[in-house]
């Protein structure tokens, strides 16, 4: 099925670095969502944008809706041993009056200590 | 607020056996999907239910299946299966079925063998 691209698949990082990480599609999303999964658990909603050109901020994350609405941008500052884990982004399609989500691939982030 | 509940977290069933998974999505929420999520293809949609009517379906074959209940609850049916389902499913529920932000359940983990 359609993805998005996200980049890059995999960071190792020290702790204490700041991260970024984008997600970028071929097509207009009115909507990006940013999500964290653990192991062995279900994905996390950590940030939703709405507006072409929103900057939102939870906590020591920071999430950017591209102006072309065709990417999305996150970022991590000063990264702590929580933060590991897959992180995907998602946008809403519309079917048929009914919505589906389509993730990126993930981001797997790894922290040495 | 209870989030969204799947049970059970773990199976393991033998080629050719049939698995029915469940989902209980967060009280007052409508729309619930279901997702495979495999290392190779990552997230994939399988279905959407919103009222008791399915809304929405992905690419997989007619082994898969699902329902909704008068209470939202969601179960999935897995028939003949084979080796390549074993992944971890995913159960979301949202507002409404065009309600963008959804939370998802901690799955199901699915091992065929």
């Known amino acids: 099925g359609q993805q998005l691209n996200q980049s890059p698949q995999s960071m190792f990082i020290q702790e204490g670095e700041d991260v970024s990480m984008n997600c970028t599609s071929s097509?207009?999303?009115?909507?990006w969502l940013w999500y964290k999964q653990d192991p062995g658990e279900g994905p996390v909603l950590l940030i939703a944008?709405?507006?072409?050109?929103e900057l939102t901020s939870n906590g020591r994350l920071t999430a950017q809706f591209g102006i072309t609405r065709k990417d999305s941008f996150l970022n991590i500052s000063a990264s702590i041993p929580s933060d590991v884990g897959i992180y995907f982004c998602?946008?809403?399609?519309?079917?048929?009056?009914?919505?589906?989500?389509?993730f990126g691939q993930g981001t797997r982030l790894t922290i040495n200590p | 607020k209870a989030g969204v509940t799947q049970t059970p977290r773990y199976l393991i069933k033998t080629r050719g056996q049939q698995v029915t998974l469940s989902c209980s999505p967060i009280?007052?929420?409508?729309?619930v999907s279901w997702y495979q999520q495999t290392p190779g293809q990552g997230l994939q949609f399988l279905f959407e239910?919103?009222?008791?009517?399915?809304?929405n379906k992905g690419n997989f074959p007619g082994r898969f299946s699902g329902r909704q209940f008068s209470n939202s609850r969601s179960e999935m049916n897995v028939s003949t299966l084979e080796l390549g389902d074993s992944a971890l499913y995913l159960c979301?529920?949202?507002?409404?079925?065009?309600?963008?932000?959804?939370?998802f359940g901690q799955g199901t983990r699915l091992t065929v063998v």
């Open positions: 239910y919103f009222s008791e009517t399915q809304r």
């Open positions: 097509s207009i999303f009115n909507t």
């Open positions: 979301a529920s949202s507002l409404d079925s065009l309600n963008t932000e959804a939370f």
């Open positions: 998602a946008g809403p399609r519309r079917v048929r009056g009914a919505q589906k989500l389509v």
């Open positions: 944008l709405y507006k072409a050109g």
């Open positions: 009280s007052g929420h409508r729309s």
